[in-house]
């Protein structure tokens, strides 16, 4: 097909996700071709930097000839086993088993879904039917946290605290609850510490109010990332778990984009030595290069679930590409590179200079806040630094900066509210980083520039560049 007739033929058939579909009507697809590394290649020539590991997924880097290999031998030997009929293939057991050694040591158990809504999808599905299973059918009600996302399957969604995916979809269900995000810089708190205990007391009165008795499960991010890369401080994680153990309710760590090395350890709960009582991890598990999340679930969940009621009876959930053998073959393979092949190691080394480059836009006119931990990162704009005032939407600064980007060869994600997120891929290399920042002084520079932009600055905007709007 040529150029024009893809683009047409885009328009007329292929439905986006999380667009409006008259917006991308008019403004039509952007076709990526090829990648390289960090690079894309679009189908004009253009040759992007990504900053964003395609979906904050491809957490390894594109083109590694080792994955394409496992992939391409489990396709010739065994392309697909289903896991029904007590069915089983060899690359899936492994990765379970690896799974389970390497994650927290609280869990213990493996569901394999093909992203992460339905690993969200089926960890809700899991623990209804362990709380039905273990004669305590009250404890129906779900608490997760404002700007949180947990996927768009039709009960996840729910728990998704975003307004485009409640909008018309009938969700929050009357059982979903939202409490406060850790949001430090929209926030006053006197100090971390009492950032944690807000959060803590927030919890502890949401299951006052519901009764610990209705009370299921608290679902969070460790870091939140669609909803603007909130970081909460360190220990907030480890408060809101221990919270959840002693209001008895179950505690979810949502690591779909947390996982395998993106925060530095290979899962986030780690680095405060946080037992979940359920995990959801996807993106990073194949780092895209197929399908696949997984839950994760303790042995106690596991339990009670095998022994309620009917121990011959079917535990009614499956999907036909459950634990599917190329897609496991590939999470083996992307396992070995994060460890043997030393991707966590440079991910975690590089994390100070990701850091150092950010923090360093906190001195660019547009720049109010910037916050990190290991290669996921944002940059907040603000047209006054003082009293943290955003833009008007009127200004699409958003849809602009994303543009400006592209022109200078840059790829990551402007989100609506003026947050600009980043998730370098963990093979990125010094000089690559070098690149990004150039790369985006001068995006937020070219912004600037427009002669709208700079006059929303509260304040004179000393400016560097000659060539203004
Ligand atoms: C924390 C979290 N949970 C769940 C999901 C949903 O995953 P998927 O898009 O693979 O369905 C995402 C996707 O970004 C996510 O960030």
Request: include cysteine; charged fraction near 20%.
């Amino acid at each position: 097909m040529s150029i024009p007739s893809l683009i047409e033929a885009d328009r007329r058939h292929l439905i986006h996700p999380v667009v409006s579909y008259r917006a991308h009507e008019a403004r039509g697809v952007t076709v990526l071709e090829s990648a390289q590394g960090v690079f894309l290649r679009d189908i004009d020539g253009n040759e992007l930097l990504d900053a964003f590991s395609g979906l904050w997924c491809v957490n390894t880097g594109y083109g590694h000839q080792s994955i394409v290999d496992a992939a391409t031998k489990q396709l010739a030997r065994l392309p697909y086993a289903t896991g029904y009929f007590h069915f089983g293939s060899e690359p899936a057991i492994e990765l379970a088993s690896q799974l389970v050694e390497l994650s927290p040591a609280s869990l213990q158990h493996v569901y394999f879904t093909l992203g992460g809504s339905d690993a969200v999808d089926s960890a809700l599905r899991f623990i209804t039917h362990y709380y039905n299973a273990t004669d305590r059918p009250s404890k129906k009600h779900l608490i997760a946290l404002q700007r949180g996302y947990h996927g768009s399957s039709s009960i996840g969604a729910g728990l998704t605290a975003l307004p485009a995916f409640h909008r018309h979809f009938d969700v929050p269900l009357p059982t979903q609850h939202h409490i406060a995000s850790p949001y430090g810089y929209r926030n006053d708190f006197a100090d971390d510490a009492a950032l944690i205990s807000a959060s803590v007391a927030a919890l502890e009165a949401k299951v006052a109010q519901l009764g610990a008795d209705n009370v299921a499960a608290f679902f969070c991010e460790p870091i939140q990332g669609s909803g603007g890369v909130i970081v909460p401080p360190v220990g907030w994680l480890n408060a809101m778990r221990e919270a959840c153990r002693k209001l008895d309710i179950l505690f979810v760590a949502d690591e779909v984009i947390t996982g395998f090395g993106r925060t530095g350890p290979l899962f986030a709960c780690e680095a405060e030595g946080v037992q979940p009582d359920l995990m959801t991890v996807a993106k990073g598990l194949t780092a895209g290069y197929a399908p696949m999340g997984a839950v994760l679930m303790s042995d106690a969940v596991y339990q009670g679930i095998a022994d309620g009621g009917d121990v011959a009876a079917a535990i009614g959930h499956g999907h036909t590409y459950s634990a599917h053998p190329v897609s496991a073959a590939i999470g083996l393979e992307v396992m070995r590179r994060y460890h043997e092949g030393g991707l966590l190691a440079n991910g975690i080394a590089r994390g100070p200079r990701f850091a150092q480059g950010l923090d360093a836009l906190l001195a660019h006119p547009l720049v109010g806040d910037s916050r990190h931990r290991g290669l996921l990162g944002a940059l907040e704009l603000v047209s006054d630094k003082e009293t943290r005032r955003g833009f008007e939407a009127s200004l699409k600064l958003p849809d602009r900066i994303a543009a400006a980007a592209y022109a200078n060869g840059l790829v990551f994600r402007a989100f609506g509210d003026n947050i600009l997120g980043f998730a370098p891929a963990l093979s990125y290399t010094e000089s690559e980083f070098d690149l990004l920042f150039e790369r985006l002084e001068k995006t937020l520079d070219d912004v600037l520039a427009q002669t709208d932009v700079r006059s929303a600055i509260k304040g004179s905007v000393e400016f560097k560049r000659t060539a203004a709007a």
